[in-house]
């Protein structure tokens, strides 16, 4: 079974200072995503970046970028220019390629919190 | 667009009650999926409907939990009856497709504390 681990449950950051969230995934497929979603508080969750395991380049979305390790299954997001409205629980997700496989398997989460 | 609609926003039951929630997905998207995300956790897959047809529910507790949904629309998830491990937020997120490239908008859920 796949799993997705987060080791920092907390970080902080300065605003407009950038910040790095670790993610770490075990799996024996070799074709999948893996996602950054976004949880702010008492508010839904927004997909913030995706990444293709079958794509070299690292995805950036605006302030936002991933360093993609294949071989260490290592899929970190960093924010640029932290903003006050980025303070939420990021989630880190895995989800396989396949037809009816579409279910999500996410890691424990890192609050952020942003110091004005 | 409106975006995925969940009620009750908050449920509050005793222990061995029983308790449902309501999802109206995204018009169009014909795959539906009911998370439970316990506090301090991610969320965790309980169900995922095709359509009005059932994807996986390999980790839905089927002795308490029951989701149904009807027309291929609203979806509804019942627990009965309830224990307090039960206490959780419930997500209901759909996708157009069961495509790889889709994705998935969650709803606000509904946060459930068994007493």
């Known amino acids: 079974a796949q799993t997705v681990t987060q080791s920092q449950p907390e970080m902080s950051v300065q605003e407009a200072e950038t910040v790095t969230l670790s993610c770490t995934y075990d799996t024996s497929e070799s074709d999948y995503y893996l996602f950054w979603y976004k949880q702010p508080p008492s508010r839904q969750m927004i997909l913030v970046i995706r990444?293709?395991?079958?794509?070299?380049q690292n995805a950036t979305e605006n302030r936002f970028s991933v360093n993609f390790q294949k071989a260490a299954k290592s899929f970190s997001l960093k924010i640029s220019d932290s903003q006050l409205g980025d303070a939420a629980m990021y989630f880190c997700?895995?989800?396989?390629?396949?037809?009816?496989?579409?279910?999500?398997?996410f890691g424990q989460g890192t609050r952020l919190t942003i110091n004005p | 667009e409106a975006g995925v609609a969940q009620s009750p926003r908050y449920k509050i039951i005793e222990k061995r009650q029983s308790v449902a929630f309501w999802c109206n997905p995204i018009?169009?998207?014909?795959?539906l999926y009911w998370y439970q995300q316990i506090l301090g956790q991610g969320p965790k897959l309980l169900i995922q409907?095709?359509?009005?047809?059932?994807?996986?529910d390999s980790q839905l507790p089927k002795d308490r939990f029951s989701a149904e949904r009807l027309k291929g629309v609203d979806s509804t998830l019942k627990i009965q009856p309830a224990k307090l491990e039960d206490s959780a937020v419930y997500l209901c997120?759909?996708?157009?497709?069961?495509?790889?490239?889709?994705?998935?908008?969650f709803g606000p859920g509904t946060r459930l504390t068994v007493l």
């Open positions: 997120a759909s996708s157009r497709w069961a495509t790889n490239t889709d994705t998935q908008y």
């Open positions: 990444q293709e395991a079958y794509k070299q």
């Open positions: 409907f095709q359509n009005n047809g059932v994807v996986d």
């Open positions: 018009s169009g998207h014909a795959t």
């Open positions: 997700a895995y989800r396989r390629l396949g037809q009816g496989a579409q279910k999500l398997v």
